[in-house]
């Protein structure tokens, strides 16, 4: 059941997920499209979540905005929007331009393996200013043993920082290791089942991935609603290995499933690795911050697994 509705105000509005936006030219959405949009949002009761490009609107795009509840996702530039401007509820970062002040807002972190792996040490001194910070891996199809091994260090490392800050009375959250401490069941990234995006031509996507990769790859378009082929494919009832795992952080990205398995619905072996190895770090660091206290006394203990990609175990499906 759909939810949320992504609105991409222009062609260069920033990546917030795994996808490269690699458009350059302005093409902002037409403002009866936009407010098609919202009008659609508005009848099926949806979130909306309005993606920015790195410019002023006009004014009677934001009025159109402001005429809905919505939630709004920015670039974060390395210089902080003057005071009374940090109107976004998510600030996207690339680079690892993080601000070096204090800012009580929500922070997505857009990383390279390589980066993160060699500059993970810097999300230490971000986690004590930030309100949140999400770690995006680009290019998580690319890990190989050797990263799997590092990335467990690196997790590791980060844990013990965690921990230190809970200790000392703060409530850090940091998407990879504190996430899955707080959840129960899946909580993914439900393209196509609980989220839609709308693109500036007018016409629906799976998500912003599948429209800067192929803006033929449409799901419908405003003027005749929703037209998505095999839809039961993007629920998790329908995901042969995710519907047995308790991974239960992981983004369970359905572009990047069908771009290295071919299918929406089968995630490749090292989107699976990569988040085992999260599962399995925070499982420790529930362990050791409740060390120090009661903490989340309603969450079970994460059990351990013998496997890091649910697909070896396969024989032990229900």
Not at 62 to 71: G, L, M, N, T
Not at 257 to 285: D, F, G, I, M
């Amino acid at each position: 059941m759909l939810q949320y509705l992504i609105i991409l105000l222009d062609d260069t509005s920033t990546s917030f997920c795994h996808y490269e936006n690699t458009k350059t030219e302005h093409r902002l959405i037409p403002i009866e499209t936009l407010k098609q949009g919202i009008r659609f949002g508005m009848m099926e009761n949806l979130m909306i979540q309005f993606v920015y490009p790195d410019y002023e609107l006009p004014e009677e795009y934001k009025e159109a905005i402001e005429s809905i509840d919505h939630s709004k996702i920015k670039s974060l530039t390395p210089t902080l929007p003057e005071e009374g401007s940090l109107d976004a509820d998510v600030w996207v970062v690339n680079d690892w331009n993080i601000p070096k002040d204090d800012v009580d807002l929500p922070i997505v972190l857009r990383t390279s393996k390589a980066d993160l792996l060699t500059r993970y040490k810097e999300l230490k001194y971000a986690l004590a200013r930030v309100a949140r910070l999400n770690v995006v891996i680009t290019d998580v199809e690319t890990f190989n043993d050797e990263d799997f091994a590092t990335y467990k260090t690196v997790l590791k490392d980060l844990a013990e920082e965690v921990e230190a800050l809970y200790a000392s009375g703060k409530s850090p959250q940091l998407n990879i290791l504190t996430d899955r401490m707080m959840l129960k069941e899946m909580n993914n990234c439900g393209a196509g089942d609980t989220t839609i995006t709308l693109a500036p031509n007018g016409r629906f996507y799976v998500c912003p991935a599948f429209y800067y990769e192929d803006d033929a790859d449409s799901v419908g378009d405003i003027e005749h609603g929703l037209d998505i082929k095999n839809k039961q494919l993007y629920k998790l009832e329908y995901a042969p290995i995710c519907r047995h795992c308790d991974a239960y952080q992981c983004k369970r990205c359905v572009w990047l499933n069908r771009k290295t398995t071919l299918e929406v619905n089968t995630p490749s072996h090292e989107q699976c690795v990569v988040a085992h190895l999260e599962r399995n770090a925070s499982a420790e660091l529930l362990k050791c911050i409740r060390k120090h206290g009661v903490f989340l006394p309603d969450q079970e203990e994460i059990k351990e697994t013998e496997y890091l990609d649910p697909f070896e175990n396969r024989e032990k499906w229900q």
